[in-house]
């Protein structure tokens, strides 16, 4: 008899610890298509992209995998002779702390560029960010950059519009690296403005944790001094102003 209640009361035990972990537990799956591929304000792809990415989050604690599958053959860095195929995939893990009104992120990137003879590389990330109107963010990107955005959600009707503004900020090491221009200083190296459109789906889909957003962006080079440089190059980077959209699904389970 107490064999049989020791394994009854074991039994609850361990229904109760995976019911837990079931509830710190989810996963999430993004599915994006894009006109092109912009990154910190260089256009990488200037084609269709389709830009799919799957996370699995343990309480704060998140890992995941995102691509960039080229939907034509035309493909500025060469290298990709059929389409579709992926030029970059990106393997990341973040710790985000969220405490009243501050949350706190901790990351690392790991760079791989399949197709294109590029070398894979990586980066540690620390983020910042307030959750009152507008919520700013900052995040300080490992010996390359910076990033400082706002965002603020507004309903209307059923959609939900959520305009944002972002600035890149780019370290001596990071014009030397990605522009092949040398600067003296920190300076600003491009902007974004973006408005994602949330779309209705109804509410089972609601229910099951799917949504959609439409996306509209705008990025560009402010410094017309960093541009020029840039442009003097025998080879530079894309630096022209860029209009790109896509539609996104997401489903969170």
Known sequence: MSIFLTT?????????????IHEDLSASVTLDTNTNYIFRGVTVVDDPVFQPDVSITFKDLTLGIWWNVCLSEAIDQGGVGTAPAANEIDYYIDYTYEYKIISASLGWIYYEFPHTGLPDTQEVYFGLGLNFPLN???????????????????????LTLTPSLGLGLSNPEHSSYYAGVDMDSTHVMDMNLGLNVGVPLGRFMEKVGATMNLHLNYSFFPGTGFRQQIERQPKPINTRDAFYMGLGFSLNV
Do not use: C, E
Not at 8 to 18: D, G, K, P, T
Not at 136 to 158: E, K
């Open 8 to 20: 009854m009361a074991s039994n609850r035990v361990s229904a109760q610890l995976l019911s837990k």
């Open 136 to 158: 700013p963010s900052v995040t300080m990107y490992w010996d390359i950059d910076g990033l400082f955005s706002v965002s603020q959600d507004i309903d209307i009707a059923s």
